[in-house]
């Protein structure tokens, strides 16, 4: 079981930066490759960025490929997505996610591999 808080949204101008944050509780925390989403207004749930369970792999959705960088503590249990030259576009509730099950290989864009989720921080960006 993996518990999962987002923090570090908040209000920003179009081309500052936000640092997101996503703490975890549980012993298998380490295990887990871990996914950011995000939701904006009046649009489904899409795919951001994931990390994996060791921390050496990453992979992007193409929309935010060169401004956003995912990362990973795993001695602080904590996911960070680091967000810059940001767009009004980018103005969404970002929502960290575990993966499903342990140590795969693979790294997924699909809601369905992923069974932890946050419970979202608002990030909105002012033009």
């Known amino acids: 079981q993996v518990q999962l808080v987002e923090s570090g949204g908040g209000l920003v101008q179009a081309g500052g930066s936000l640092k997101l944050s996503c703490a975890a509780s549980?012993?298998?925390?380490?295990?887990?490759?871990m996914g950011w989403f995000r939701q904006a207004p009046g649009k489904e749930r899409e795919f951001v960025a994931a990390?994996?369970?060791?921390?050496?792999?990453?992979y992007y959705a193409d929309s935010v490929k060169g401004r956003f960088t995912i990362s990973r503590d795993n001695a602080k249990n904590t996911v960070f997505l680091q967000i810059d030259s940001l767009k009004p576009e980018d103005t969404a509730v970002y929502y960290c996610?575990?993966?499903?099950?342990?140590?795969?290989?693979?790294?997924?864009?699909?809601?369905?591999?992923?069974?932890?989720w946050g419970q979202g921080t608002q990030v909105t960006v002012s033009s």
């Open positions: 549980g012993r298998t925390f380490s295990d887990h490759s």
């Open positions: 990390i994996n369970w060791k921390g050496g792999r990453t």
């Open positions: 996610a575990a993966d499903r099950d342990y140590r795969r290989d693979n790294l997924y864009a699909r809601e369905v591999e992923y069974a932890y």
